[in-house]
């Protein structure tokens, strides 16, 4: 399943949903969520990790828990007063996807059960992503258990969950400010901020954030720390591209495996660092789905060795 090695454990916290793809070739669902796709990818490579969502007891929510527990991610599953979260996802003109969420996924809520608790105090790096820092409550209650944890966070905002922007930017800010990474992309500038990704990345990192990663898509990615600033392209992998949607998790999730594995100092760590998500961001974009790939692991599959 893993398919490298690393000390230490993760945990998880965000969303875990189905997506509902419907496009020319008819409707399927997957097993998706920024939260959980970073949680199996961050598991793929070799890191135990826990994941802390809100999962209904439903259909939905069985798929889900079989999904993780055939990756082996932990599942701490929240109530889910309305069931679990689902996004129908139907593609732009320009092929971007684009998502409409039912009401679970609207109204989602992560409370800490002492389970969860414990999993956080004893997780060597805790990412968050795709969570309503829009909500004080939900801000509150996640300061309240991560005081003192290494921090990784993605706010991965949606327009379909977004209640209101600017509380959105104060909960996310309160929570970055102690963190040890920080990835934003060229869409989170767009919809949170005046779209300038560069001015964004200063902002956070003047805001205490230790290292700020950067990406735009085609234009690859920038990661800015105390050591300096190291940039990479997008990895010219071959096959074709089939699916975006999960290259910002599989960047992120290798990001935090080298935080929790081999933690980086010098410039040259960094950039390595970053350049080995950006092969393993390219290598997910090979297969529909946000299920983290390696390029090793697309050169097994072209030998005829299938795995999870």
Known sequence: MST??????AVVIGDALIDEIRDASGIRELVGGAALNVAVGLRRLGVPTTLIAMVGDDEAGDH??????????????GEAPHGSSRAIVERSPSGEPQYVFNE???NRSIRYSDDARRA??????VAVSCFPFDEADEVEALAEV????????DPNPRAGMLRNAEAFVRGFERIAASAALVKVGADDAALLYDGDLDALRTRLRHSGVAAVLATAGADGAVIETDAGTAAAPISPLPGRIVDTVGAGDATLAAVAAGLVSAPPEAP????????????????????EGGLLRTPESLAESERGVFGS
């Open 4 to 9: 490298e090695t690393s000390p230490g454990s």
């Open 120 to 125: 956080i105090a004893e997780a060597a790096l």
């Open 268 to 287: 040259d760590d960094w950039r390595a660092l970053l350049v080995r998500a950006m092969d393993v961001a390219a290598a997910t974009c090979r297969s």
């Open 64 to 77: 889900i828990r079989e999904y993780l527990d055939d990756h082996g991610v932990r599942l701490i599953a």
């Open 146 to 153: 991560i005081d003192g944890t290494r921090l990784a966070i």
């Open 104 to 106: 679970a996924a609207q």
